[in-house]
């Protein structure tokens, strides 16, 4: 069955670095295109970033654009987001998504991961 295991997840000072991780097994990881969403306590999931396919494209949200950096490695059929200068509200468990659509929402992915919890203290 397909599976998407993220890791990396902790609590860090704000202003400090983490980078989560994604391994995907059980799909034809070249087929989708991927993402990180998260969610707060008492907010609405929002996705954070997405890349394509071949990695040729990336989206961010607002909020983190010039903080965060999302990559793929095909060999190893993993996603990354790599956070730096992390502040309080970034605070949320991160999922790990996977969509056939170019478009990545709610409604499009098709598998999600179990979710890791980052806590970014101030």
């Known amino acids: 069955q397909v599976q998407l295991v993220e890791s990396g997840g902790g609590l860090v000072q704000a202003g400090g670095s983490l980078r989560l991780s994604c391994a995907a097994s059980?799909?034809?990881?070249?087929?989708?295109?991927m993402a990180w969403s998260r969610q707060a306590p008492g907010k609405e999931r929002e996705f954070v970033a997405a890349?394509?396919?071949?990695?040729?494209?990336?989206s961010y949200a607002d909020s983190v654009k010039g903080r965060f950096t999302i990559s793929r490695d095909g060999a190893q059929n993993t996603i990354y987001l790599q956070m730096n200068s992390l502040k309080p509200e970034d605070t949320a468990v991160y999922y790990c998504?996977?969509?056939?659509?170019?478009?990545?929402?709610?409604?499009?992915?098709?598998?999600w991961g179990q979710g890791t919890q980052v806590t970014v203290s101030s």
């Open positions: 998504a996977a969509s056939r659509t170019a478009v990545v929402t709610t409604t499009t992915v098709r598998y």
């Open positions: 059980g799909l034809t990881f070249s087929n989708y295109n």
């Open positions: 890349i394509s396919r071949s990695a040729v494209s990336s």
